[in-house]
């Protein structure tokens, strides 16, 4: 079985610039979740999406994140315009259901996002 | 909120001995708890998980954890550590709403020959 694929796995940037990331999650499963990993810290989720709609978006900061699932399959995230702050690894992770107890969630390898 | 603490930032065996990892969590109810590994350049990998069943939970590559509550720990260990253990670990609680996950700042395992 497949795995979760993210490209790029590398991406330079200038501040103020636009960068997209693009995940494939593991096929059949419905739910699909990105998240931020800042160097030293634990990932944190930025948004949840059941199919093609968001379940979760609340720490997704909107001014500058958007994220999309139009087809309820492949999806991307999108930061316009970066900061320095952004600079993280960018995970995505699917799941058969939407999370219940104990759901596992299938991380792909991340996107390394370094913004100068 | 549901949340987590590693308690070590770093920890450091000789091959071959035991492995401890300690995790303090924090819920207002029956936690689903996990321990995720990451190695350099690659996912995280699940090593197992707790779900209300039994309190002692065994993972893969020998890993296993035990649901403590009256200690509100979920501290992984593992009898004797390989040097392809080294890693980073986190430790994850399921979030309030039941959708994220709240990861621990992990802890950094290096395996000494």
């Known amino acids: 079985e497949a795995g979760v694929a993210q490209s790029p796995r590398y991406k330079i940037i200038e501040k103020r610039q636009s960068v997209a990331f693009w995940c494939n999650p593991i096929?059949?499963?419905?739910?699909l979740y990105w998240y931020q990993q800042i160097l030293g810290q634990g990932p944190k989720l930025l948004i949840q999406f059941q199919n093609n709609g968001v379940v979760d978006d609340s720490q997704l900061p909107k001014d500058r994140f958007s994220a999309e699932r139009l087809k309820g399959v492949d999806s991307t995230l999108k930061i316009q315009p970066a900061k320095l702050e952004d600079s993280a690894v960018y995970l995505c992770?699917?799941?058969?259901?939407?999370?219940?107890?104990?759901?596992?969630?299938?991380f792909g390898p991340g996107t390394r996002l370094l913004v100068l | 909120a549901q949340s987590v603490t590693q308690l070590d930032s770093h920890v450091s065996v000789s091959e071959g001995t035991p492995v401890l990892l300690r995790c303090n969590y924090s819920s207002s109810y029956s936690p689903s708890l996990f321990w995720y590994v990451q190695h350099p350049n690659k996912g995280l990998q699940l090593l197992l998980k707790?779900?209300?069943?039994?309190?002692l939970v065994k993972g893969i590559n020998g890993f296993e954890a035990e649901f403590k509550k009256s200690e509100t720990s979920f501290h992984l260990t593992k009898p004797s550590a390989h040097m392809s253990d080294a890693a980073e670990y986190f430790c994850v609680v399921r979030g309030d709403s039941g959708y994220a996950l709240n990861f621990g700042k992990g802890t950094s395992l290096l395996v000494t020959p």
């Open positions: 096929s059949g499963h419905a739910t």
């Open positions: 707790y779900t209300s069943a039994a309190t």
């Open positions: 992770a699917s799941s058969p259901y939407l999370a219940g107890e104990g759901e596992t969630q299938y």
